[in-house]
Structure formats: structure tokens, C-alpha cells
């Protein structure tokens, strides 16, 4: 379309209303168009709350369980063992559990823009504000109340309906050797090495945990503690660049000896 | 005979069931309504029945306004959802959902050029080039130079952010002035 046309084109905009009047009133008038009712309203903006809250809780939920995650499996420990701990922590990190919050958030933006605040607000900010909310509720969740402890007992006992308890019961096999860290009992302690045995899945396997060179370790662990260590695995032997013990009060998820 | 009273008032009684008062709503808005399609749809034969279509939806909507909101701006953004709808339904692509300008928030910049001869030269120069633009800068000006919305309006219409406006209209006032320069047509 030329700019000429265009012009010509509005020139001749203003039309009688009548038309359009007599046409609309007839279709309210034979009762084919109708006003929603005050209660249809009031009940499709209450599903909408109720849909983008129920998806924002979801998504403080899953953001409970990656903390839970990284704090019983002590894979947060990884970002004191230096750059090859903190590579591993990035990779060892849930990333499709981080993109699904993610989707999630987004989502939820989404619905909050049908509301005046919502699309008032710059989109990134609005999204940066509601991942702020979820993740502080989530990891609230998380150190402030029992939910993930309680949840965890349950799960041993069975207790929980599937999935809930198979998506608990797998951090015990979150990590493994092979993945370059992993959650053992000490048995004996050498100058340069340790003993160590790793039961979980039902398998019990025993290492050789060779120390890194300046590691302090051998005077801090003592027979019996629960350590996590990241390192190198060769067959049977594992060569440790990070080692930690945990503390027996955040053990829950070790196996029993 | 008119009815003296404001559009609000008007909206109010059509919610309280006062049905025929919406052929007064009609009566005040069609001939805008109808103007904004025609510009922003740039097409001629479809614009009666997208309107029409406004405000069927309006009506149906009616108990959704807030009678303490002006009347014009939640009308306005009935009839432009209704234009958008009809643009992609006539589009060959799918018409681009998100919109980067509405990222993050930009400064309240209030066009220099507003007033007087050079707002009036604006709308000649908007009037002839509309149709070189995209959907999305002729929505703004129209709103802004030919239908004298608000900034404020022109936000909750279009539900973006007011600084998403302000750049907005920039964007479109350059893209406008490089569809004169592209056809070899000069613009001031």
C-alpha cells in the first residue's frame, strides 16, 4: 500500500454508528450476546489466582527440594575444595530442576500480567521479584521447618505416596564415585590414606582414599565419622582433592551401620 | 436525543442491566474505534465487523469495568485486542509475542514534539506512513498523535509499562522517518 492510498483511504473514515448500534443491540436484545455474570467473573479471576499460586507454591516447593538436596548430600561443601570443587558443583548442580522453577516462574508471570500491577511492571523485574519470593519461601522451607526431615522419615517408613517418595528416596543415590564425589564411613585412618566404605543402593563398596598432598585430614577424622569427598576414582581407590566430615546431626541420609 | 451523562455513569447502568444505554456507548465510540481499526488494521473491508466484534466483547465484558476507571482507555484496549486477533488471524507468520521493549523499565521521556504545528505536521506524516510501519510502532502513534491518549492510557490499552511507551513511540517515530527516506520521500 502506497503512502497516497493510505491517506485516501482515512479520508473517508466517518461512518454512521447506526449500523454497528443496531446490529449489536440486536444480538443483545435476542438474548444471542450476553454480559458474564458477576459471579462467572468473580470465579474465573479467583482461578486465576488460584492457578498462578498454586504454580508459584509448586515451583518454592521444588526450589525446598534442590536445597534439601545440596544440603544433605553436602554437595555445597565442593565450593571450598577449589576450582576442580567448584567445576564439579556446577556440574553436579540440577539444572533441569532449575529450568523447570524457571519455567514455572515464568508461567506464573505470565498469569500475574492479566492484573494492572502485573503488566505495570517490567517484565524482567516482575520476574526477578517473583523468583526472589519463591526462592527465599523455598529455601525457608527448607532451614526454618521440619517439611524435608519429616518428609525423609516418611519416605523410609514407605509412608509416602508415589512419586513424592521415590523423588526423596533419590537423594540418597545422588551421588556416586564415579561422578567424582561421594559420601562414605570412615573404617581406618593411615598417614597418607583412609578406609572408607560406601553402602548406599544396597551395594557395599570399600576405598582407598588416597589424601591431597597438604590435607589435614588425618588428624581430624577419626574411625566412624561420615566424610564427603571429592576426587578422582580408580577402581578401588579414590584420590581425594576435597575432603570434609560431616557432622553427625546433618547424616540423616547416610546409610545405617 | 444525547444522554448528558459521562461514559462511566453509562457503563454503570448498563452493568445494573440497563442494556439499551449501550447503543449510547456505541453511538460515542464507533467513529473512533472505527478510525483506530482502519489505521492500525490497514485494511478497509474487515473494519465494521472487527469493530462490531469490540463491542460485542465489551458488552460481555461490561461487569469487568470499574465504573471508578475512565470508560475510554478499557474500551480502547477491548477493540485493540480485538485488531491484534484479527491481524493474526490474517497473518501469514505468527505475529511475534513477546515484545523486548517491555524487558525492563526506560525513563518517562515526554516527546518534545507535542505541541502545536509540529504535533500537526507529525500526524500528516503519520496519516501518509502508516502503512510502511509494523503493528506494534503504528499502534503507538496512532494512539498517541491521532487519538490523544495518554501516555498513561496508551499503557493500560496496550498493557505495557508507561517508560515502554515513551520508547516506544521514539523507536516508531525513527522507523516512520526511515520509511520516508527508504521511498526517496522527504519527510520534514
Known sequence: MTMQENTDRHEDAAQPAGSTRERVLAKIRTGKVKAQSRAHIALSIAALIITALAILAVSALLINYIAFGLRVTQRDALLGFGPRGISAFLRLFPWPLVILDLLLVGVGEWLLRSFKFGYRIPVLYLSIGILIVVAALGVSLDRATPLNETLMMQADRHALPQPVGAVIERLRAADRPAQGVCRCVALSVGTTTITAYDSAMGTTSTYTIVLPRDSRATTSVRAGDVLFVAGDTDDQVFRAYGIRVIPRAQTIIEPLR | ?188
Open chain 2, 1 to 188: 436525543m444525547t444522554d448528558a451523562r459521562t461514559d462511566e455513569e453509562i457503563a454503570q447502568a448498563v452493568q445494573a442491566g440497563e442494556s439499551e444505554l449501550f447503543g449510547v456507548l456505541i453511538d460515542r465510540f464507533a467513529p473512533k474505534l472505527r478510525r483506530y481499526g482502519q489505521r492500525f488494521l490497514s485494511m478497509q473491508e474487515d473494519v465494521e465487523d472487527v469493530v462490531q466484534d469490540a463491542f460485542i466483547k465489551a458488552y460481555q465484558n461490561i461487569r469487568r469495568y470499574d465504573p471508578k476507571q475512565p470508560f475510554s482507555p478499557w474500551m480502547y484496549r477491548i477493540a485493540h485486542n480485538t485488531f491484534v486477533n484479527a491481524l493474526r488471524a490474517k497473518a501469514r507468520r505468527p505475529v511475534l509475542v513477546f515484545d523486548f521493549d517491555t524487558l525492563v523499565s526506560f525513563s518517562m521521556a515526554q516527546e518534545e514534539a507535542d505541541e502545536g504545528a509540529k504535533r500537526r505536521e507529525m500526524r500528516e506524516l503519520i496519516e501518509r506512513g502508516l502503512g510502511a510501519l509494523s503493528p506494534k510502532y503504528r499502534e503507538v502513534l496512532i494512539l498517541y498523535y491521532l487519538e490523544e491518549q495518554s501516555y498513561q492510557d496508551i499503557a493500560d490499552i496496550l498493557q505495557v509499562p508507561v517508560g515502554t511507551v515513551g520508547v516506544r513511540l521514539r523507536r516508531a517515530k525513527e522507523a516512520l522517518l526511515r520509511a520516508y527516506a527508504d521511498s526517496g520521500i522527504d519527510a520534514i
